[in-house]
């Protein structure tokens, strides 16, 4: 049986350490790092289809992709996953219910508490070992607790949950039905969604989710007592079974109930159920559904504005502000104009409030393959007068046989015995506080000269590394293992978005004032310059094993045979020459040279006979017809006035839904240099795109970031908020001990409620536990509820709105604040059409230009009324023309839908992006639309002053991405 372990993510700029075990037809992931889900779609590794992820930390980099990683396992049919990670980790995936939908996905997770538990299956038996910081934690919950009245009333999801509730209006209390204490729970707290659709419906479902206290079942029976030693994940674990009444939840379909109440108590519908999303099972053991509990509620609008006497209305039923179903009757006609509006309801169901004796919990793994059998000696058993066939097969499997001449041939005699398989040991030790009660852990003795130990992963910073105990504790193993050692100092730092890098290559060959060579290309030797030839280390000690190496990216460790155990690394990715690349490239059909002795002006006035003298061949240019604009020639004497560090538009991602070897998750980032910076939308990856876009200058990129605006709550749009606030926070502290000047301590996040929601619960659960020396449990970030800069059209007058976090940014210093700090006049967003009521943004500077931002939406006419003649428009384009159905489906735009709202604006320029994973490289465009329009790659900067010269981007392009369309083809055909 094959077994061997595998480096499928480093501590580099493009990567994050993550590593694998196969044994058998079984795969085994440990930590999920930020991209492994893309790296892996790009180098075909298998990691979606694990059979189970162990986590050595609850922390931003270890848990980056979780999310990521559920949604790929659904992809490919998976319905059911298991996790095992620190205490608490439970209470971290419950989080991901802000943005994460896959209701029939259901996670079983095993927190460890201990040292006495055995995770086993037929192809590996994994013993967990904690290993503890001898620093105090300092779990401190940062969720907000709201105020009472008629605003919000909601509990914090840190608090423990209760054992009985008593609802105070009976008409509520049936079994399986919730309560509220107002209106405003229900309604606002999961608040207004935008699609087109009038009812409540189930997948149109906003951000505003909350802790509710739900009612339990009756008499529901004892959870199991903790079962000592072996835990088997095999077995399916046992559920707390909801009362009769709410048994039709079992389904991953929720229930439907229409409302048509003339009384206060048919308003609620008795047979509405609840749809489990967490059980508790077992001591540290959960089930959960990967998304939030959601209901449906199918109102009829037209009902819901009478006023006639059958149907009286609804506040006059007993109180209005817990009269939920005939509130949202009362209601609904008021978002007609929002389109609709509809609850989803999410809580944490026997599940414990975090453990904080446990925050900053490491656990090493120690992973036993199976047993190798003895072998079977064919030329014993022929001698032994044993024929083939059944007979041997039965000896072969241990059983002793008797031949038709009645001799009994013992199983013994013709088979070895079995030897104990490989065993595979991963050492997670954040920092020298974790030292002493990792190597003084007593179970250590058992593999201490073990020669079944052939590999030991050391997740280890150098600093420990480098101390004299941490060596006499690796050479404690004797000399079979193979070390191999991950952290920042082991790490190549060579390229691993191979696909990415070389698009980007070829680009910069064709224009390099918009495409730059990504950083980690060009500084990959400072940014290695203090790696470490582990297996040339010189000790500060006498101790140091015999084999030790570096861990590179896919590199392989075979344990199974044991014969051949070796490193392999045939499978690691070729060194990334640029030079030779562009070299290759030049020489190819696909290259046509950028236009020659020619001036931004001569460009943007596509005159050809500027291009007279040109000694190379040119590329067609635009008819000056399309590139005429009514405001055409002020805007460009504007922008010729700005300095070059004005403003620089970067776009850290281009994709949609999910990441691709060519395009990341949505993110851009508006350089305003000096002044700071501002992140609009921060999908999966955004901070390996801020080192691969800005190298060893990403350090002040994050300390100059001032805003976060995030558009709307899909996880391709915010999901790697975390990493991002995470990173900028070790270097805001580490500039605090240094005494240096911090420009500002906090960031502002602009989001929707939940978003504000998800960070207090992340930063009272994770923190920023980097390591023992730092249990800061903030993200150094204040949040500012996004609703509150809507324009006043757009806002309800009964629609109460507040920012009631502990952490709030006043809105009333929003005007100051941008002005002061970015010189913008106007800086607000709207609702445009699309689920989970995303927004898009709107912003004017003093200086006369303007730039919007769509988010995620379909056609909309508000977004066209709110920035007339903007400047720069970017508007995503997520399918082409001929997917119109699909696109009004998914509430997207199509290029024309997004060309249209451009010229009907009265854009100068208009960008393009969010593109479907589909189109990697080309999109298909019509001419009279080339003249003020380009198409956005990932790692494409544009400094605003060269705003008149951006149409010429996507000519130069086009007979390069022509060539690319065609092999993109090529290899979806093969």
């Known amino acids: ?80 996953t298991y996790f095992y990670g620190p205490v608490n980790f439970a209470n971290y995936a419950l989080t991901t219910r802000y943005s994460l939908n896959r209701r029939s996905h259901l996670l079983n ?17 994994v013993l967990p070992l904690q290993v503890f910081s001898s620093l105090p934690s300092k779990l401190v919950s940062t969720t907000p607790i709201f105020e009472d009245g008629d605003r919000i009333r909601v509990k914090s999801m840190l608090d423990a949950p209760q054992d009985s509730f008593t609802p105070k209006y009976p008409e509520l209390a049936d079994p399986g039905w919730f309560t509220y204490d107002s209106y405003v729970d229900f309604a606002r707290i999961r608040g207004g969604i935008i699609t087109g659709h009038h009812a409540i419906e189930d997948d149109m479902l906003d951000d505003y989710i909350r802790k509710y206290p739900w009612k339990r079942p009756l008499n529901p029976p004892p959870p199991p007592k903790p079962t000592p030693g072996c835990i088997s994940s095999n077995a399916p674990l046992p559920t707390q079974t909801p009362s009769s009444s709410s048994s039709s939840s079992s389904s991953s379909t929720p229930s439907t109930a229409t409302a048509t109440s003339s009384s206060s108590k048919s308003s609620v519908p ?37 006023s006639s006497s059958d149907h009286p209305p609804p506040h006059q039923h007993h109180n209005h502000h817990h009269d939920i179903v005939g509130r949202i009757l009362q209601r609904t006609s008021s978002f007609v104009s929002c389109e609709h509006f509809g609850p989803n309801i999410s809580m944490q169901y026997g599940l414990p409030a975090p453990d904080p004796t446990h925050t900053g919990t490491a656990i090493s793994y120690i992973c036993h393959t199976p047993d190798i059998p003895g072998k079977f000696d064919a030329k014993m058993a022929a001698t032994l007068g044993v024929p083939e066939g059944p007979l041997r097969g039965r000896l072969a499997k241990g059983e002793d046989v008797t031949l038709p001449s009645g001799v009994t041939i013992r199983s013994r005699d013709l088979v070895s015995e079995s030897r104990t398989g490989p065993i595979i040991i991963i050492i997670a030790c954040p920092d020298e506080s974790y030292l002493h009660s990792l190597i003084d ?43 191999i050692i991950v952290n920042a100092h082991s790490s190549s730092y060579e390229p691993v978005y191979v696909a990415s890098n070389t698009l980007l290559c070829k680009m910069n060959a ?33 101790s140091w094993p015999e084999k030790v190496v570096n861990g590179e990216y896919l590199m392989k460790y075979v344990v199974n045979p044991i014969e051949s155990a070796r490193i392999d690394t045939a499978t690691c990715p070729p060194l990334f020459d640029h030079t030779k690349i562009q070299a290759d490239f030049k020489s190819s059909p696909a290259f046509t040279p950028t236009i020659a002795n020619t001036t931004p002006s001569d460009v943007s006035s596509g005159d050809p006979s500027t291009n007279s003298s040109s000694t190379t061949v040119p590329v067609p240019l635009i008819p000056r017809h399309t590139l005429s604009h009514s405001r055409g020639r002020g805007v460009e004497d504007l922008l010729a006035k700005l300095p070059r560090d004005h403003l620089e538009i970067t776009f850290l991602g ?97 989001g929707q409620p939940s978003m504000g929601y998800f960070l207090g619960e992340y930063s009272g659960i994770c923190g920023c536990n980097c390591g023992g020396h730092d249990f800061h449990s903030e993200l150094d970030y204040q949040f500012l509820n996004s609703d509150l800069l809507l324009p006043p059209h757009q806002t309800h007058p009964d629609h109460v709105l507040s920012n009631p976090f502990s952490n709030t940014f006043p809105v009333e210093q929003c005007a100051s604040f941008f ?41 909309c006419e508000a977004l066209v009324d709110a920035c007339p003649n903007p400047t720069v428009l ?101």
């Open 270 to 306: 008795s047979s509405l159920s609840y749809q489990e999303g967490v059980c508790h099972i077992r001591n540290r053991q959960f089930k959960l559904r990967a998304s939030s509990r959601r209901f449906t509620l199918n109102i009829n609008t037209t009902s819901s504005s009478s």
């Open 874 to 974: 970017i508007h995503e384009a997520t399918f082409e023309d001929a997917l119109q159905q699909k696109a009004l489906f998914k509430s997207h735009c199509t290029i024309s839908d997004a060309l249209s709202t451009g010229r009907k604006m009265g854009a100068y320029r208009v960008i393009l992006t969010h593109f479907s994973q589909r189109y990697p490289t080309a999109m298909v465009m019509d001419e009279e639309d080339r003249g003020h329009t380009v198409v956005a790659f990932d790692l494409m900067r544009i400094n605003i002053q060269d705003a008149p010269v951006l149409p010429s981007v996507l000519v130069r392009m086009e007979n390069m991405l022509a060539y690319e369309a065609a092999d993109d083809q090529a290899v979806e055909v093969e």
């Open 1 to 80: 049986m094959k077994a061997f372990f595998e480096v499928v993510g480093t501590h580099s700029a493009e990567s994050s350490p993550s590593l694998m075990i196969t044994s058998g037809t079984s795969r085994y992931l440990f930590d999920l790092g930020e991209g492994l889900m893309r790296q892996s779609l790009e180098h075909q590794v298998k990691t979606r289809s694990v059979d189970k992820v162990f986590f050595t930390r609850l922390s931003a980099q270890t848990t980056a992709d979780f999310p990521s990683y559920i949604t790929k396992a659904h992809s490919i049919g998976k319905r059911e």
């Open 819 to 859: 002005q002061e700090t970015f010189g913008l006049t106007k800086f607000f967003n709207i609702n445009v059409k699309h689920s989970f009521k995303a927004k898009a943004l709107i912003i004017h500077h003093s200086i006369g230009w303007s730039l919007a931002y769509s988010g995620d939406t379909s056609y």
């Open 109 to 125: 997770i095993t927190e460890i508490d201990s040292d006495d538990i055995c995770i086993e299956d037929k192809d590996i038996k």
């Open 654 to 750: 281009t994709g949609s839904s999910s990441a691709s070897p060519y395009r990341n998750e949505t993110s851009i980032l508006l350089n305003f240099f000096k002044k700071g910076n501002i992140l609009l939308d921060v999908g999966g990856g955004t901070l390996q795109q801020l080192r691969r876009t800005y190298g060893v200058d990403t350090d002040d990129i994050l300390r100059h970031l001032r805003v976060i605006w995030i558009s709307h709550m899909h996880m391709d749009h915010q999901i790697g908020t975390v990493q991002v606030l995470h990173a900028r926070h070790l270097i805001i502290q580490e500039d605090i001990r240094q005494g240096r000047t911090v420009p500002s301590r906090d960031v502002l996040v602009i």
């Open 510 to 542: 064709v224009d390099p004032s918009f495409f730059p060579l990504p950083r980690t290309v060009l500084e990959r030797s400072k940014m290695s310059s203090g790696r470490i030839d582990y297996s040339q280390f010189v000790p500060s000690s006498s």
């Open 441 to 483: 852990n007593p179970r250590w003795q058992a593999y201490k000269q073990n020669p079944s130990v052939l590999c030991i992963a050391h997740l280890t910073p150098h600093d420990v590394v480098s101390s004299p105990a941490y060596q006499s504790f690796m050479c404690g193993f004797g000399p079979a293992p193979q070390h």
